[in-house]
């Protein structure tokens, strides 16, 4: 929904659902402006009369007809003390959407009104209790996967990005520098022109690349995957289950189930996976089958680990050694299962890591999770430090303009002109390292994220 | 102007005359310190506008030397001096009038960035500014050596001289130091140094004293000259005879004529025979014996800095320069040196053509004082002094036309300051000329100071074609243009007015006639009808080729510079107008206010020096903190944020 600024400069009092999706076990509404306390004083009962100073209360929410809608804890912050800093109330009620519209309904009653996206955030920042800065750090905090994206949110704060974005300033400043002789020298340098290609093309490149990184880490998609396969029945949702049990991720979304694989999020030293089960090595010359082996062999492909999954009882069969030979060179380890049964074979002795365990009895699992780790540690992580999504997105405008430059150039535009475009490219750049161009920050924060609520 | 022609008093006499009239009244509102460049406008300006004005110099039959190279204009400079005849300055009017070559710089076509250079004959130069000055009423010349500026509760007060050894007090209310390189100056060729401003000249000893008094920074630096060569003695047929514009263009604005003789140059390139000669007598040099400890100027190096410099380069352009048309002295541009004169002579035997060459005069570097310009006001007044004004290579710049400019410029603020009105400014968005003072007045000068195209962010704005667009209505207010000048200036206007209009209106239809034209010019037939702008804007299509497919003359007469103009404009009008809207920008932010209660140690995104100084230094708006160096458009943009902030939660 787009933001009506307008609005934004008011100062009523808004409110909004602080929790998730209802119904769950607790909600939180949060309430701010001039007459939060009002509201409290006329719908709180409980513990003799209301007061702001009882930073935390417990009792009855009732509606104006005086009739008990829900019991409630009441939280207060007097202003400037808020997050807000503005009067905030919080009432935590129960999950439930017939609770929670019937408490919102008295809100509007008293003229409160529905916070737009990121409203709460903006009244933070107005009365100074958040910078520009804060806020967009906190919109990509909740965009953050794993600690690992944490690290990277922090290094953000850290010369890194800015040495990098240097590196490409310095390139454009030269690119500036043959544009500008061009001009000013031209009865001796008339055609240096010529040499503003390769810094022009060697600046796009590098404002393209670190812009990429905010993409993938904005889509997930460098979730690395950690595929498990291997025949039916040798375990491997077993050994799914087992590794989820430990290591799943707290997630949001439900999980992704295709037709082919189950997918579910896990946390291992500190990075986000994709954990994928796939259908399985089904021996056989059908066609079915033989589809489901190249399926297999595509999971296997766009995986960063995979686990070969094999039933110790009975040892390799023709199609996983075919994996082997084909997927050897990424890495992998080798699990064999079924340690618990009677007819357990000892694990071959391979180049491969080889762990032996019992994914349905439990038995070896601590040790796989360290090899694991282990192994996941020497895959190493992403690399870069991660631009925010407006220095992105500076960035990517700024590669864009370069190829433009470079199509300018072939065309013959003149070197002035040239020159013209290339210092608003740096002006751009400079605003990305020198952590302003606040309006722009805001304006996109406030459209994209729906922060405070 | 007009009252430059009434009278053509001859300058030794008026001299006479001043000293005269020294003796009774020793009372000036202004007195200008040096007639150089800067000097010559400065003087001029202040008895325009109106005021009693005195031009003291060591040797009035100096006044208008061109001390280096007898050329005016080029690239950045051009437009310099076209902004300073727009201002009713005196350069544009004398370069026509002594011009022997003109040309256009960047000409490509479609090029907004065009410059005009002309060759000066350096002797007809001079002699017209004398008489200029010398005409102007209310100005007086006197030969005299400043000995030191009173001043007297933070104020000018005084001008002491001293002439045939007797002192004088003339007293003032403003003076403009234009003393370009003659404050203790130290001349060098090779091992041998002598005091001088320039060859066979004085240096003025007391005055960088006065002015360290006085309170400015002083600095050194240092700048050089080609040696000077004898015409007979060269043979221009080894060399690239290089002639200028048919017809030549004018500097002027104004009713000035190109009436000299048009002469050629030569080019010609040194070679590794003259690096050789060089490099063998490097240690004789006085930049690299440590001899000479002033900053030269790194656009303009000595021949032994470009050999030192880039050795890989076998071989870099000089251009073979008369110096004026009954003189045979060659100019030869590209040679700067202060190399002793046997090393002189030999490598530039080396130089083809030159095999038998005699020198009129060696080359030599000048070592001289300049303040730091920092010290300055936007009015170019003394920060410490009021009433004190300098301008020229006193303030580290180097060229004739950057002299000029200031020169123009602190005159016209002196003449306001003792008329008791406010200072005339000027912003970087709207002249070169305000760049020079921006640049000089935030960052001072490390290196003698040179006009660049791209030093001016909007220099797609700030044309030659339309510094008289931009300027003219100011020289109108502050009394410098003449009325038949200005009725010329709106004339003008009204015709580029007009045409525009009528571009923008008028529509094209398509005609095989019309298509043809097209086709010749390598352009796309029209497949629709269209506004004449629109066809304009296509790069390979000219106005003069957009007039040839009109069915009727276009109804404007319009004259070379005039078109030049409205072309540029049409076909550059979208990055004008984003030009336009920067400057609108920059205005808005510049004018704020920063509130008294601001504490900047709290604005977010500063960097700690930064906070820090701004606190010490506590701006008072954003156009006052943007005067402060190192504070950029993105600190300025964190700072008016924080206010809006604060603004937002005490509403």
């Known amino acids: 929904m787009p933001i009506d600024r307008k609005l934004l400069e008011t100062h009523d009092t808004i409110f909004a659902l602080a929790t998730g999706a209802l119904p769950c076990a607790v909600a939180i509404v949060r309430v701010s402006g001039p007459s939060a306390f009002e509201i409290a004083r006329k719908h709180f009962r409980g513990g003799g009369n209301w007061e702001p100073q009882r930073a935390m209360a417990y009792g009855s929410y009732v509606s104006s007809t005086g009739e008990e809608l829900d019991r409630i804890l009441l939280l207060s912050f007097v202003a400037p003390h808020s997050f807000t800093g503005e009067h905030v109330i919080e009432i935590q009620c129960h999950g439930s959407i017939a609770v929670v519209s019937a408490i919102e309904q008295t809100l509007v009653e008293h003229g409160c009104r529905a916070a737009q996206a990121g409203e709460f955030s903006y009244r933070a920042f107005q009365n100074g209790k958040l910078g520009a800065t804060d806020l967009e750090n906190l919109g990509d905090l909740f965009k953050a996967r794993d600690t690992a994206d944490l690290g990277r949110l922090q290094a953000r704060k850290d010369a890194a990005l800015q040495v990098e974005i240097h590196a490409v300033r310095e390139e454009l400043i030269r690119l500036q520098a043959i544009l500008d002789t061009a001009v000013d020298f031209s009865d001796e340098y008339g055609n240096v022109v010529e040499a503003a290609r390769l810094p022009m093309a060697q600046s796009a490149e590098r404002c393209a690349a670190i812009a990429a990184r905010y993409e993938l880490f904005r889509q997930g998609a460098q979730s690395p995957r950690l595929v498990l396969t291997g025949c039916p029945n040798a375990g491997k949702s077993s050994l799914f289950n087992a590794l989820l049990c430990r290591y ?12 082919d694989a189950i997918e579910e999020d896990l946390e291992l030293e500190g990075r986000r996976w994709k954990l994928v089960d796939t259908a399985g090595l089904r021996e056989g010359e059908s066609l079915m089958e033989r589809q489901g082996i190249e399926q297999s062999y595509d999971f296997l492909s766009a995986a960063s680990f995979w686990v070969l999954v094999v039933d110790g009882t009975r040892g390799f069969t023709e199609s996983e050694r075919d994996l082997l030979a084909r997927f050897g060179g990424k890495p992998h380890l080798i699990v064999w299962n079924k340690k618990d049964l009677p007819g357990f074979l000892p694990p071959p002795e391979l180049d491969d890591t080889v762990v032996a365990v019992s994914a349905l009895g439990g038995l070896g699992l601590e040790e796989l999770g360290q090899i694991l780790k282990t192994r996941i540690r020497q895959l190493g992580s992403a690399t870069g430090v991660l631009p925010s999504q407006t220095q992105a997105s500076r960035l990517r405008v700024s590669a864009s303009l370069l190829s433009d430059l470079q199509s300018d150039l072939d065309r013959g535009v003149p070197p002035e002109v040239l020159g013209e475009k290339n210092r608003a490219i740096l002006r751009s750049l400079d605003s990305v390292v020198g952590d302003v161009g606040v309006e722009e920050v805001l304006d996109r924060v406030f459209a994209e994220f729906c922060i405070g609520k | 102007m007009s009252e430059s022609k009434k009278s053509s008093i001859e300058f030794s006499q008026n001299s006479a005359l001043e000293s005269e009239r020294l003796f009774h009244v020793k009372q000036y509102d202004v007195i200008i310190i040096g007639g150089g460049h800067a000097g010559i406008e400065a003087s001029l300006s202040c008895a325009r506008m109106g005021l009693q004005t005195a031009l003291l110099t060591l040797d009035p039959s100096k006044i208008g030397e061109m001390s280096c190279n007898p050329s005016i204009g080029g690239v950045g400079k051009g437009q310099l001096v076209k902004e300073l005849d727009a201002l009713g300055g005196e350069m544009g009017r004398t370069a026509d009038a002594t011009g022997i070559q003109f040309k256009r710089l960047n000409t490509r076509k479609g090029s907004a960035v065009q410059s005009s250079r002309c060759q000066s004959d350096k002797k007809q ?33 005084s001008v002491v001289i001293e002439s045939g050894g007797v002192r004088e007090t003339l007293e003032t209310r403003a003076v ?59 043979d221009f047929s080894k060399m690239e005879i290089q002639e200028g514009d048919v017809p030549p263009r004018r500097f002027s604005f104004w009713d000035t004529r190109i009436e000299l003789p048009q002469v050629p140059c030569y080019l010609t390139y040194s070679n590794t025979r003259v690096h050789g000669a060089i490099r063998e007598n490097l240690s004789r040099s006085p930049l690299y014996s440590g001899q000479i400890q002033g900053i030269g100027p790194r656009y303009c190096p000595s021949i032994e800095d470009k050999v030192v410099k880039f050795p890989q380069k076998e071989r870099h352009p000089l251009f073979f320069e008369p110096e004026a048309l009954d003189s045979n002295w060659i100019y030869p541009n590209g040679i700067s040196t202060s190399l002793p004169a046997d090393v002189q002579e030999a490598f530039v035997r080396a130089i083809p053509g030159c095999a038998e060459v005699k020198f009129a005069r060696y080359g030599y570097a000048v070592e001289y004082d300049c303040i730091d310009p920092r010290g300055l006001s936007k009015s170019f007044e003394s920060l410490q002094v009021r009433g004190l004004f300098t301008a020229g290579q006193v303030n580290g710049t180097s060229g004739y036309e950057e002299a000029a400019a200031q020169g123009l410029f602190a005159g016209i603020n002196a003449a306001l300051f003792a008329k008791g009105e406010a200072p005339f400014l000027l912003s970087r968005a709207e002249s070169y000329l305000g760049v020079l003072i921006d640049d000089l007045t935030h960052h001072g000068v490390t290196e003698p100071y040179r006009m660049f195209t791209s030093r001016a962010e909007f220099r797609l704005s700030l044309r030659e074609d339309n510094a008289d667009l931009r300027l003219s209505p100011y020289a109108r207010a502050l009394g410098l243009l003449s009325d038949a000048d200005f009725e010329r200036f709106q004339a003008r206007q009204e015709r580029i007015d007009r045409s525009k209009q009528i571009l923008a209106k008028k529509i094209l239809k398509p005609t095989p006639q019309i298509d043809a034209i097209l086709a010749s010019l390598g352009s796309n037939p029209l497949s629709q009808p269209q506004f004449l702008a629109q066809v304009l804007k296509r790069p390979e299509v000219g106005l003069s080729d957009l007039f040839s497919m009109l069915p009727d003359p276009f109804p404007v007469e319009l004259d070379a510079d005039t078109a030049e103009t409205l072309e540029i404009e049409v076909k550059y009008e979208g990055y004008i107008e984003l030009q336009r809207e920067q400057i609108e920008r920059l205005r808005k932010l510049v004018g704020t206010r920063i509130p008294e209660t601001l504490d900047f140690r709290k604005v977010a995104g500063l960097s700690f ?25 993105a600190a300025l943009t964190a700072v008016l944020f924080h206010i809006r902030q604060k603004e937002g939660a005490s509403a």
Do not use: N, W
């Open chain 1, 248 to 259: 799943r991720a707290i997630v949001h979304e439900t999980a992704g189930t295709t037709r």
């Open chain 2, 125 to 157: 130069y001079a002699l017209k500014m004398q008489s200029v000055v010398g005409g102007q009423e209310r100005l007086s010349v006197l030969s005299c050596e400043v000995k030191e500026i009173r001043t007297k509760a933070g104020a000018v007060e």
């Open chain 2, 176 to 234: 403009v130091v234009t003393a370009g390189t003659f404050m203790r100056s130290l001349m060098h060729c090779g091992e041998v140094k002598g005091e001088g401003g320039r060859f066979g000249e004085k240096s003025s000893v007391g005055l960088s004293d006065s002015l360290r008094d006085l309170g400015f920074a002083v600095q050194r630096l240092k700048t050089g000259t080609p040696p000077r060569l004898i015409a007979e003695s060269i």
């Open chain 2, 609 to 633: 020096e930064l906070r820090d100084k701004l606190t010490k230094l506590r701006p008072g708006s954003l156009a006052d903190a943007s005067a402060i160096p190192g504070v950029t458009p």
